[in-house]
């Protein structure tokens, strides 16, 4: 999601950039352009009316004009806005005593069931609730068997099926299911439909004064841009929603129903569906997507994603060998496998800084995650000496090496170039520099 509007958005700003002084010409022009772009993304057009009048007189104003770095702090501007139009508040759930009901709505097929079975996981592994789960969805015999099965795989308990029943019979069931049972959280998976209908709304607004949720979460899948919003509004008169969960985030939606959910319904975004996979729900930071709408690096979902995945002790040895400044061919190796498990060099290019923009570059030259797997080949290739110390890999042994892996000397060259460049960045990070190892893997 967000790369069109990003590399849109880049464009923009570097031209800003380019300028040097800026005059109020200069900005308004630049305005339009972000204008056009919000749009083209899918963003609902009083959405971006309101973001390009809170941004206009903050960006026009003489301290800006006049300061040293006016371009940035126009991107500072559009930044800052963009968070407010997403929702600076916290974004967790909030649960109150146990049994806490959640109420999941959403139309078919917008990843409700999968969303369900995904937060049941995410709340039982990092927030350690006791949570059990139940499909109220009567007018889909199949959609009790999925959240069944689902469970089954996410090793979240399900509310036994029983056929025949209304759905207020089973929520009655489910809740005293929980508590008996002593649960901290109660899922409920209400019925999809294909559109929005009353039959739908009544439905759910009974459940809803049954079980007096103390979230309502709405399913929404974000490549339908508008209608998505539209739905949610629908949904949010019927029946005040709590939070959004935008469904389908990995693909390659333009954004649109992302920035405009919170502002349209005044309901914040909780979380991204990030994949089919049940651990793929990711808590949705507003700073964090405003830094990556505009290339500022998701520094921050870097480094946690970093911490989930790295091999604590692996990490620990590579931080003493680092602290004497050495980085040879073996953690070189190590590295490459720290990103294969961090969602490969796609993932990671989306959160650096500065990337997003190469990215399409990359995308056009074939760059994918293959390098990585290649990029050890190479290294596997090398002697047990020359991973160690790599300046011992002359000419000659380059192109043995080529020759043991099955590729050209220039793919020799460049791992070792990018070798050179990791360690002398960690050797500048030693002495206090702020160079980032990790960009050099991208060159
Ligand atoms: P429901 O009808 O709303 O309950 O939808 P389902 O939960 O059955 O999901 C429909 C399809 O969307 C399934 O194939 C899911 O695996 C898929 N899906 C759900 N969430 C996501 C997501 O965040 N990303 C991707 N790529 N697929 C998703």
Do not use: W
């Not at 919000?38 to 206009?56: H, T």
């Not at 997403?86 to 146990?98: H, I, R, V």
């Not at 604590?312 to 050495?326: I, S, V």
């Amino acid at each position: 999601m967000f790369d069109s509007l990003q590399s849109r958005l880049g464009g923009v700003f570097d031209k800003l950039r380019g300028r040097g002084a800026l005059t109020e010409g200069d900005v308004e022009e630049a305005l339009k352009e972000v204008r056009t772009a919000l749009i083209e993304a899918d963003v609902e057009l009083g959405v971006v009316e309101d973001f390009i009048k809170k941004v206009k007189p903050r960006a026009e104003g003489e301290a800006v004009i006049r300061s040293v770095t006016p371009a940035q702090q126009v991107v500072k501007i559009v930044h800052d806005t963009l968070i407010e139009t997403l929702g600076s508040e916290g974004t967790g759930l909030q649960l109150g005593s146990p049994p806490a009901p959640i109420l999941m709505v959403g139309l078919q097929g917008s990843g409700k069931t999968t969303t369900s079975a995904k937060l049941g996981l995410l709340l039982q592994t990092k927030e350690k609730k006791k949570v059990l789960m139940a499909s109220l969805d009567v007018a889909r015999p199949a959609a009790m068997e999925q959240l069944k099965i689902l469970g089954e795989q996410a090793g979240v308990p399900t509310l036994p099926i029983i056929a025949g029943q209304t759905p207020l019979t089973i929520a009655k069931r489910a809740l005293a299911a929980a508590r008996v049972g002593g649960y901290d959280v109660l899922i409920l998976d209400t019925a999809g439909r294909q559109h929005v209908d009353e039959q739908l709304m009544a439905e759910a607004a009974a459940v809803r004064d049954l079980t007096n949720p103390h979230e309502t979460i709405l399913v929404a899948d974000s490549l339908t841009g508008q209608d998505a919003v539209n739905i949610a509004k629908s949904f949010h008169t019927r029946m005040p929603l709590s939070g959004i969960i935008l469904t389908r985030a990995d693909g390659d939606a333009r954004g649109g129903a992302a920035l405009s959910m919170r502002a349209v319904t005044g309901a914040p975004i909780k979380f991204l569906g990030m994949g089919e996979k049940l651990d793929a729900l990711e808590p949705f930071y507003p700073e964090r997507v405003a830094g990556r709408i505009l290339d500022m690096g998701d520094v921050v979902s870097l480094v946690e994603k970093a911490t989930e995945t790295v091999d604590k002790e692996k990490a620990e040895a590579l931080a003493k060998k680092l602290k004497k400044g050495a980085f040879d061919m073996n953690d070189l190796f190590d590295q490459l496998n720290q990103m294969k498990k961090m969602g490969g060099l796609q993932g990671l290019m989306g959160m650096l800084p500065g990337v997003g923009k190469i990215k399409d570059k990359l995308d056009e030259a074939g760059l994918d995650d293959k390098i990585l797997t290649r990029q050890q080949a190479i290294i596997q290739s090398m002697t047990k000496k020359e991973r160690s110390n790599p300046d011992l890999i002359n000419g000659s042994r380059r192109k043995r090496i080529a020759a043991g892996c099955g590729m050209e000397v220039s793919d020799v060259n460049k791992l070792l170039k990018m070798h050179r460049t990791m360690s002398d960045a960690i050797k500048a990070m030693k002495k206090g520099g702020r160079a980032n190892p990790f960009a050099a893997m991208m060159n």
